[in-house]
């Protein structure tokens, strides 16, 4: 098994692979972009308020939908 972290002596921060260091960039910036989704959502409700609830789609629909997709993507176990 290998390590992502390179070994250090007491005191010292561990260094990542380079491998490790790219996957957690990878991860920081996902995490930035989903943030940067969720404000921009947060100011248009902010800037135009809620939406019309009579205008929305129901979770239960979105779920069932998503749920289809999912199903699609993966095959079926007999």
Not at 33 to 40: G, H, I, L, N, S
Not at 44 to 60: F, H, R, V
Request: glycine share 2%; with cysteine.
């Amino acid at each position: 098994m290998t390590s992502s972290v390179a070994q250090s002596s007491a005191g010292e921060s561990a260094q990542l692979t380079f491998a490790a260091a790219d996957a957690v960039r990878a991860y920081a910036a996902k995490a930035r972009a989903d943030a940067d989704r969720f404000a921009a959502v947060l100011e248009d409700i902010a800037a135009n308020g809620l939406p019309d609830p009579e205008q929305c789609t129901p979770w239960e629909e979105l779920r069932e939908a998503h749920l289809t997709r999912l199903a699609a993507q993966r095959p079926a176990v007999a």
